[in-house]
């Protein structure tokens, strides 16, 4: 038994601190282990504790995928409803199965597939080389402090360019065929991984750096091994940033002389005033942006855990 001490008692008095001290004055002890008095009922087996809570839905796919078409679902149903209310014209905003049909007749056709393999090719390959180009130089801002001095500030001004000012010089420089095009997307994939990746590695912690010095490494197997490591989520984000540019690039990549492709699709639609297509074409462009940014979402969740 523990004694304390009663600094309100005279003398030498002491209180017993023992469990049966306490309750022989009337004070109920509880333990950790014991089990706290509960609502009784079903709600019960629903707690947190149980393993059960609002937020675990997010956790299921299939929960998070029904959710996630909830507002495309409504925005369709509105689409479809102003349509048949006439507060716009067929010619304005067609109904979606006007759209629907003209994708069914580019299907027939043969030309649907051509447009979204060729446009699909352009972006890959414009987004490979730019974000390689990307990270190669944003590692070099990043690490070394002269290269920030003599690049960042052109690499700055140039990211304030607008994609289609750069149309007619490459039309000049490249003529109209696939290089200007890849080129153009190229650029657009190339700032947003550049910046993030200089960014990121200017605060890589400093601890992580020497105790790979201290095992020997240094330079490029320094930025392998440690420092590009360190900062993949950020290089992640870089990338999904830089295929969204891809994707927007392409539309003023194939306003240069293109006889192919969603953005051909899109502009030649809007000349012969077929909206239907037109729409079909920036549904095309939405739907599959967010399936390769799905995959490279996948490709970052194996990243992390590999290196992170």
Not at 93 to 118: K, N, S, W, Y
Not at 160 to 173: D, F, H, R
């Amino acid at each position: 038994m523990t004694h304390i001490g009663n600094p309100g008692a005279t003398g030498n008095s002491v209180i017993a601190t023992s469990k049966e001290g306490l309750e022989a004055t009337g004070v109920t002890i509880t333990t950790a282990g014991a089990a706290q008095p509960g609502p009784a009922g079903p709600s019960s087996d629903r707690s947190p504790a149980n393993g059960w809570s609002p937020a675990g839905v997010l956790d299921n796919g299939w929960a998070r995928l029904f959710l996630g078409l909830l507002i495309p679902g409504a925005l369709i149903a509105a689409w479809q409803w102003s349509t048949s209310a006439g507060l716009f014209s067929v010619v304005q905003l067609p109904p979606p199965a006007m759209v629907f049909e003209a994708a069914a007749d580019l299907i027939q056709r043969g030309e649907l597939a051509t447009h979204i393999a060729i446009s699909t090719q352009r972006v890959l390959i414009g987004f490979a080389f730019g974000a390689a180009l990307g990270l190669a130089f944003g590692a070099l801002v990043g690490l070394s402090r002269w290269a920030d001095v003599l690049l960042a500030p052109l690499i700055g001004a140039l990211r304030a360019v607008p994609s289609l000012a750069w149309v007619p010089l490459l039309i000049l420089w490249m003529k109209i065929g696939e290089d200007s095009k890849v080129t153009l997307i190229l650029i657009g994939a190339f700032f947003p991984v550049f910046t993030t990746v200089s960014l990121a590695l200017r605060h890589v912690d400093r601890n992580l750096v020497e105790a790979g010095r201290a095992f020997g490494l240094k330079g490029l197997k320094l930025l392998t091994t440690v420092q590009l490591p360190a900062v993949v989520p950020s290089v992640f984000s870089g990338l999904r940033l830089a295929l969204a540019q891809a994707w927007l690039f392409l539309v003023a990549a194939e306003l240069i002389a293109s006889s192919m492709g969603l953005g051909f699709l899109l502009t030649d639609s809007q000349n012969n005033g077929r909206t239907d297509r037109l729409l079909l074409a920036i549904v095309l462009l939405a739907v599959i942006g967010k399936i390769t940014d799905a995959l490279l979402g996948v490709a970052e969740k194996w990243a992390v855990k590999r290196w992170a």
